[in-house]
């Protein structure tokens, strides 16, 4: 069964940052693209970043500059470093592998004094 797994969301104060990590098992990780993206309430889910298999990473306009994502091959894991956060960060963030089409439970980033 292939599974994705997210930690690290919490609360930071405007200015902060957080690490997000999600974790693989059941498929072969170094294949698989990775995206994350974040729900904030009364929004649609939206795209964040994306890392493909070589390491060549995608991100929204409106983190750039201030999210990097990154994997760890020998870990299994995709991380998305946050720096920089605002109140307009505040949502659940997801990961998603769009080749075993499989999204994590979710974390919550909540941005706030």
């Known amino acids: 069964q292939v599974q994705l797994v997210e930690s690290g969301g919490g609360l930071v104060r405007p200015g902060g940052s957080l690490t997000l990590s999600c974790t693989l098992s059941?498929?072969?990780?170094?294949?698989?693209?990775f995206n994350w993206f974040r729900q904030a309430p009364g929004y649609h889910r939206e795209f964040v970043a994306a890392?493909?298999?070589?390491?060549?990473?995608n991100y929204a306009d409106s983190v750039k500059g201030r999210f990097t994502i990154s994997r760890d091959n020998a870990k299994n894991t995709v991380y998305l470093q946050m720096n920089s956060l605002n109140p307009e960060d505040t949502a659940v963030y997801y990961c998603?592998?769009?080749?075993?089409?499989?999204w994590g439970q979710g974390t919550q980033v909540t941005v706030s004094s």
């Open positions: 890392i493909f298999s070589g390491g060549r990473a």
């Open positions: 059941g498929s072969v990780f170094s294949r698989n693209v």
């Open positions: 998603y592998a769009p080749s075993v089409n499989t």
